[in-house]
């Protein structure tokens, strides 16, 4: 470009594509949230200027919300500071967590300066651009632009992304970064995260050397020290998470990671100054405040786990990530501090504020009860809890996770239970039968309550049965007899609902029923149940992201309409059933 | 590693951080409706219009100061800037700085020329570069005749952005300054040179700027394509 322009005629500015489509501003909804009237006044004349009707204002988080709960918008042009209540990140967290806007939707962040939070936050947490006040009406409008242009590189890759197609969403990347080398990095930055959730980290870290090849990014460098933690690399890890930091003093998720690396070193003083460093620079994230409550509750630093509950607890008020863990959490501190009653006045508001969306709160509320007597020593009230959780596990076949149940097991066996707990374990090891560190960690609870021997027999008799009817399932498939393998993989996952195994066998047996009669649409929907449950019990499967893609090939074709990309080779490769354990 | 900073100092670093936010939203709406002002009037018909073109520049030169100030405050106290480097495409940059400046162009009746590959990448904090390259063209846009000149290419490895104008160029004086501030932070004199928090700021942002051993560098000299000052700043 060498343009000499009059400035005020506007229209001279450089697009980088090449190629801008004009977007239509003027029909578009907007929606701006400031407290500050003046600025609100001040956007909505710069939107007016572009031609915008329809503009919503909001002068608080809450506001926003109410509005976004009603009307879908085109754009959103949200401050970061808000006053009291929700902020401008919480405002997004929980109107994308809540489906209140659409993929397309334009989100603009409006701050008077850079926060930590907008450079260091997670990607997916990001809103679509930040902007630095004051924002001029030019300054708007190229902005808008420069979002419309990449959101339509990602519109696809978004789509497959949302579908859990994992493998052809990083095809298209792939195909992108060939047409749009300005998006490179940030198209790695994502083929690299759908490497990681389709279990493939060897081609995920392959992404990021080729990132760093180009400059050092810091989240690359993070990226590949991950990889090398999850393969047990423990020691090289940490190096790498105190290299970033030492590189870039701000770069928060290095720190929650080293606190990891740490706690897997079996270095939990280490992990839990590491944790006080990150939540004294970055406060306001309520995943690390309860990180740095539990592990300061199990090294015993009881003042500093109060505090980060606490906080915890005041942060997650306007928040759609709170959770009970940090009421538990402090009731627990409580018990610990000689002050039962206290701890029933937060178990009580716990069972209050979670009964609705999470539905194991009165089990979780009923095992801290326990926990907390019996910690400061009221044996008497500890084992009319373990009575009333036996009555609550009676009363119900759904079972909490696994970390629950082996918490609940540990107090039941505590008070002098046995079936009760006997029948938890043996539903954990049912259900994990694949899992060696589980079931030592089982053997040992049950070796506790000196149960070792029959212990052992029962883990023995409990692993037998998944594995018994894992294998005649693959039976019937490989003598051929389709139908029936998908019938007796479907009781079988009514008797073990949670083994991943057995989940990803049924739905390669389903997969492999379609290929061979041909497309149904009830099968399909099942599948895709099936892969969708055990992808929340254990994220990151290699066989998740091989079931998808293949379950997605076997869609009908809508008429018309090609396939926009090839099948490769390895869409292909995955197709093996497990054999016998 | 450094200790985290102290809970007094956090505190205090709070309640600047509050009030510059408040001061932020004040001087939006102020030139915002300056803006507005100069857009909806013509030199010709409005006898004020060069009194509101003034007072244009000396509103973006106090957010200009103000966001400086912030910044260092950030840099030199604790917490730090929030360095945040990106991949950007020379067009989107220059659209960036034009959309800031060219009311305030617009109302000098001053031209801006510019002579960029827009497809160029090059890895940058955005709104540290916007910032250091609208302060440098509001500067030149005080002591250009008629004409600034915008200029950005790659140089042997590195991003030469160039803010160029046809006035009278530097006094000696300011180019020995901003051969100082290039070098370190004691050669500028804050209380007499008021160009000095921008250059200093300036240079503070090229040499955040690092790349495989190499960072930043901001120089001041006169001549370019029109003989008068050349504002340069070099990344790598």
């Known amino acids: 470009m060498n343009a000499a322009a009059h400035a005020g005629t506007g229209a001279l500015a450089g697009n980088g594509a090449g190629k801008i489509d004009e977007v239509d501003w003027a029909g578009k909804n907007y929606l701006v949230v400031d407290d500050f009237v003046g600025v609100r006044q001040l956007l909505r004349e710069s939107l007016r200027s572009l031609g915008a009707r329809n503009i919503d204002q909001a002068s608080s988080g809450g506001e926003a919300m109410g509005l976004l709960a009603r009307i879908r918008y085109d754009v959103v042009l949200c401050d970061f500071n808000l006053g009291d209540g929700k902020n401008g990140q919480q405002v997004l967290e929980e109107a994308r967590a809540r489906n209140l806007v659409n993929p397309s939707t334009v989100w603009l962040m409006v701050s008077a300066e850079k926060s930590v939070e907008s450079v260091m936050g997670a990607a997916e947490h990001q809103p679509d651009a930040y902007l630095i006040k004051p924002i001029t009406e030019g300054v708007l409008l190229t902005r808008l632009n420069r979002v419309w242009q990449r959101k339509q590189v990602f519109r696809q890759i978004d789509q497959a992304y949302a579908e859990k197609d994992y493998l052809r969403a990083a095809r298209l990347c792939d195909a992108q970064i060939a047409a749009h080398k300005a998006h490179e990095i940030d198209l790695l930055r994502l083929k690299a995260r759908l490497m990681e959730k389709s279990g493939e980290p060897a081609r995920a870290r392959e992404v990021y050397e080729a990132v760093l090849a180009q400059r050092e990014y810091q ?78 509750l199990k090294i015993g630093k009881v003042g500093l786990a109060e505090k980060a509950y606490r906080k915890c607890i005041a ?267 | 590693m450094d200790e985290p900073s102290s809970a007094p100092e956090h505190e205090l670093f709070l309640f600047l951080a509050s009030t510059a936010h408040d001061m932020k939203n004040s001087i939006s709406v102020l030139s915002g409706t300056l803006e507005r002002l100069l857009g909806g009037a013509a030199p010709s018909t409005n006898p004020d219009y060069p009194q509101l073109a003034h007072m244009l520049y000396q509103t973006r030169r106090l957010n200009d100061n103000l966001m400086q100030l912030l910044a260092l405050y950030k840099k030199v106290g604790k917490p730090e800037y929030p360095f945040d480097l990106r991949p950007l495409e020379m067009g989107h940059l220059v659209e960036q700085v034009v959309a800031v400046a060219q009311v305030l162009l617009g109302s000098r009746g001053i031209r801006l020329e510019l002579d960029v590959d827009p497809a160029l990448v090059w890895h940058v904090d955005e709104d540290l570069v916007v910032g250091v390259l609208s302060h440098a063209i509001n500067n030149a846009i005080h002591y250009t005749c008629d004409t600034v000149r915008l200029a950005i290419r790659e140089v042997d490895g590195w991003l030469e952005l160039r803010v160029e104008d046809n006035g009278p160029g530097y006094p000696p004086a300011l180019l020995k300054a901003g051969a100082s501030a290039a070098r370190e932070i004691g050669g500028v004199n804050f209380m007499t040179n008021s160009t000095g928090l921008g250059l200093y700021f300036s240079s503070e942002v090229a040499k955040m700027h690092r790349h495989r051993g190499r960072h930043g560098a901001l120089r001041l000299e006169n001549g370019g394509h029109y003989g008068g000052g050349c504002f340069v700043l070099s990344l790598p």
């Open chain 1, 219 to 296: 989240w690359a460098r993070v990226g590949i020290a991950k990889i090398r933690m999850a393969n047990g690399e423990f020691e090289q890890a940490r190096q790498m998470f105190q290299g970033v930091i030492a590189e870039n003093r701000h770069f928060v998720e290095a720190y929650d990671q080293l606190a990891l690396a740490y706690q897997n070193m079996g270095k939990s003083e280490e992990s839990c100054a590491i944790l006080e460093r990150a939540a004294t620079m970055s406060p306001n994230s309520v995943p690390r405040q309860r990180h740095l409550g539990n592990i300061a």
């Open chain 1, 315 to 581: 942060i997650g008020e306007y928040s759609v990530m709170k959770t009970p863990d940090a009421y538990l959490g402090l009731a627990r501190v409580c018990g610990r501090k000689n002050d039962p009653k206290e701890a029933l006045r937060l178990l009580m508001s716990a069972q209050r504020e979670f009964a609705a969306e999470h539905p194991d709160i009165s089990l979780r509320v009923k095992i801290t009860e326990g926990l907390v007597y019996h910690e400061s020593g009221d044996e008497r009230r500890a084992r009319k809890a373990g009575a009333e959780l036996e009555d609550l596990l009676a009363a119900s076949a759904e079972r909490p996770d696994v970390p629950t149940c082996l918490e609940l097991a540990t107090l039941l066996f505590g008070v002098g239970a046995k079936e009760a707990p006997v029948e938890l374990l043996c539903y954990v090891i049912r259900n994990n039968h694949d899992n060696p560190l589980l079931l030592e960690e089982v053997q040992k609870i049950f070796d506790e309550a000196e149960m070792g021997e029959e212990g052992l027999a029962l883990i023995q008799a409990s692993k037998k049965e998944a594995t018994d009817l894992m294998n005649q399932g693959v039976l019937l498939w490989k003598t051929g007899k389709l139908g029936e393998a998908v019938d007796w993989m479907r009781e079988a996952r009514g008797k073990v609902p949670h083994n991943q195994r057995i989940l990803f066998n049924a739905a390669q047996i389903m997969v492999s029923h379609m290929q061979q009669q041909g497309y149904d649409a009830g099968l399909s929907a099942e599948a895709y149940e099936v892969l969708h449950h055990v992808d929340r019990l254990l994220p990151g499967q290699q066989r998740f992201a091989q079931l998808m893609e293949q379950l997605v090939l076997l869609q009908p074709q809508p008429e018309g309409e090609g396939v926009d990309e090839q099948e490769d080779a390895s869409a292909s490769a995955g197709r093996t059933v497990d054999t016998v354990a």
